[in-house]
């Protein structure tokens, strides 16, 4: 068989401890972002959001960035493998990112009194990240599999990590003549507690998606294994 | 330099199908005429000579999407694209010429789209006509290879808008900004570094879009 | 010249060429055979490198400016004339006195009267003949060819008979086809694939 085990790869940690640790992280992340970290002078209980969001929205990037290194190791090397994990990553940065496009959108709400603003760049951004990247599995799926759609989807995502920081900038520069600017950044000022209950929250959803590919990859190499077998077996 | 004469065989190639078949052109130079006037019909009165200038790059980007939408398909009819991987040249030579040539379309098209404008709304700045030129070249090195990727697929036409658009934006606020800012050079700067990026890239990757 | 262990090709779920092992030494003569659908087609675009394999080994010392490749599409442009087909490929492949050796295979294979003509006004042999004269422009040392007398009429695959043997012994030669009988007495080596 050309894929072995599952597993095989990825090796440290097993899945089960990592969803126990995740679960455990996501537990005290909640508790320091509402009980121990103080709220925030200017915005009250919705600034709460914030500890969600943003590091969301970091994994999002993490999640296509991890997905663009897997699809450069598959021009570079070859190997079959990498295109699933390119899948899986993008996938889960795709899944984070609406979900970014979410908390952002409910922040707004309880800031501003609008579910969307063109002022906030970062959520500007990742709409055209989300349009982009669903483009990406609208491309996979009209593509019969094999190695032209395993090259063509790897291509794909290593414009996207180039569109990003591109992107970002056309946002800013187009801010002159879209918008006037009324907020300067998106986060609030931090406290010293604030900061500490920010990176526990960044930590545990980072641990979160990292389970979440894990599985997913874990369940899709299942999938084709027994696919394998059931051909040899019926050969 | 063989690389450059490859180039040079391949774009003439199609401009010589071009001119021998004349379909792309005609279309292309017809819609981007008929979209300026229905935006005469979309602009309300009181909109901005602002506004007008922002559509122009609506117009020019989807022109160009129904050009690139049949780029390839002199390829794909006879099979050509197999010839063209397996000739001794580099990949890259093939979205090249071909890049080169959807440009030389582009611009042809714009010889006319432009005054056009110009006639129907307002001048244009030359800042304006020189951001043309440099999105030109990003929407011809992204957009031919995307155009690639969708010939590859099932759904051919109907995906290539949805690969580009995305990827057309940050062009598109370069052009617009480049019209309508007192301060062009900075957008002009950035499409500028747009074009370097994507069509190294592109340069890079045409190789993985044509190989299996 | 060309070593396969255990090659095969998938797509997917879809096995497109079973594990199979043969060799072709340099100035052989191997000709395939097999039911549509056994993957003839697939192995000669394997070894003509428009796709790579799925595992085992394929070791083929040609390099793309060694390699003529004829398969089932004629991979000319249909708005070209012949002249213009050859002229680019001609350049594509650095062909040496390109004019003369274009307008040397223009005339063998009968296509000399109507080389300013657009090849999409072309019968489906004449293509295949002119889709021949591609194949053979740069002199190739190997030359793997997909069925190539199915597409052509009765005066080519005389010509193609001619040329085939005059090339036999120099040239390596891959070949499938549904007529073995026909190349028989040139081949060095068969394989049928299940």
């Known amino acids: 068989m050309s894929t072995s085990s599952p597993n095989s790869r990825v090796s440290l940690v097993s899945v089960p401890a990592l969803a126990a640790l995740s679960a455990a992280l996501v537990g005290l992340a909640i508790v320091f972002a509402f ?15 914030f ?70 760049n970062q959520l500007v951004l990742f709409l055209v990240l989300f349009l982009f990247y669903s483009a990406y599995f609208m491309l996979r799926f009209s593509i019969e599999e094999g190695p032209r759609r395993a090259n063509l989807s790897a291509v794909y995502a290593l414009f996207g990590v180039a569109l990003i920081p591109v992107s970002f900038f056309a946002i800013r520069l187009a801010e002159d003549f879209i918008h006037p600017t009324t907020f300067t950044r998106d986060g609030p000022q931090m406290t010293g507690s604030m900061f500490f209950a920010f990176c526990v929250c960044w930590i545990a959803i ?20 027994l696919r394998e077998l059931r051909e040899i077996l019926t050969a | ?30 819609f981007v005429l008929s979209t300026l006037v229905v ?44 010839g063209l991987v397996l000739a001794p040249s580099d990949r890259s030579a093939i979205w090249l010429g071909k890049s080169a040539a959807v440009f030389v379309f582009l611009a042809l098209i714009e010889l006319v789209a432009l005054p056009a404008f110009a006639l129907f709304f307002s001048p244009l700045q030359a800042e304006a006509v020189l951001g043309v030129l440099l999105a030109n070249i990003g929407i011809c090195a992204v957009g031919t290879l995307l155009a690639a990727m969708a010939a590859a697929s099932r759904t051919r036409e109907l995906i290539l808008p949805l690969l580009f658009l995305p990827l057309a934006i940050p062009l598109v606020v370069g052009g617009v900004g480049s019209s309508v800012s007192t301060d062009p050079g900075r957008y002009l700067l950035f499409l500028g ?3 370097a990026v994507f069509a190294i890239l592109c340069w890079a990757s045409f190789e993985y879009v044509v190989s299996e | 010249m060309i070593a396969a262990r255990a090659v095969e090709k998938r797509y997917g ?64 442009y249909r708005d070209l004339t012949a002249v213009e087909n050859l002229d680019l490929y001609g350049r594509l492949y650095r062909v040496p006195e390109r004019r003369e050796r274009m307008g040397m295979l223009l005339e063998r294979y009968g296509l000399w009267d109507v080389r300013a003509e657009r090849i999409a006004s072309y019968s489906r042999g004449m293509t295949q003949r002119l889709a021949l004269c591609r194949a053979l422009l740069h002199e190739p040392e190997l030359l793997v060819l997909d069925e190539p007398f199915t597409a052509l009429d009765a005066e080519g695959a005389e010509l193609l008979d001619r040329q085939l043997a005059e090339l036999a012994g120099t040239a390596t030669i891959l070949l499938t086809t549904h007529e073995p009988a026909r190349v028989e007495p040139l081949a060095s080596a068969r394989v049928a694939l299940a």
């Not at chain 2, 979309?42 to 602002?50: I, K, Q």
């Not at chain 3, 096995?15 to 072709?24: E, K, Q, S, V």
Request: charged share 20%.
């Open chain 1, 35 to 49: 009980w121990v970290a103080p709220e925030d002078a200017d915005q009250g209980i919705s600034q709460k959001i």
């Open chain 1, 51 to 120: 500890y969600f969001h943003v590091p969301i929205a970091l994994t999002a990037y993490a999640c296509f960035g991890w997905g663009a290194w897997k699809a450069l190791r598959l021009l570079w090397k070859g190997d079959e493998h990498y295109d699933l994990e390119s899948y899986v990553a993008i996938h889960q940065g795709t899944i984070f990112g609406a979900l970014t496009l979410a908390t952002g959108s409910i922040w707004a709400k309880a800031s501003w009194g609008h579910w969307w603003v063109w002022d906030s």
């Open chain 1, 206 to 225: 980072t641990m979160v998606a990292y389970t979440l590919y894990r599985v997913e990859l874990l369940g899709k190499r299942l999938d084709a294994n």
């Open chain 2, 1 to 30: 330099m063989n690389y450059l004469a490859d180039v040079a065989a391949l774009a003439r190639k199609d401009l010589r199908l071009e001119l021998r078949a004349r379909d792309t052109l005609p279309a292309m130079l017809l």
């Open chain 2, 39 to 82: 935006f005469h019909f979309a602009l309300p009165t009181g909109a901005d000579e602002v506004a007008a200038q922002g559509l122009l790059w609506v117009a020019l980007v989807f022109t160009a999407l129904l050009g690139l939408a049949r780029a390839w398909a002199p390829e794909r009819e006879g099979g050509a694209l197999e």
């Open chain 2, 193 to 195: 570094l747009y074009d």
């Open chain 3, 13 to 76: 779920r879809r096995r497109a060429l079973r594990p199979l092992d043969f060799r072709l030494e340099r100035g052989g003569f191997l000709v395939v055979t097999g039911a549509n659908g056994s993957g003839k087609t697939t192995l000669l675009r394997l070894v003509a490198g428009l796709a790579s394999p799925s595992g085992g080994e394929l070791e083929v010392d040609a390099g793309r400016s060694a390699l003529g490749y004829l398969g089932h599409e004629p991979l000319l």
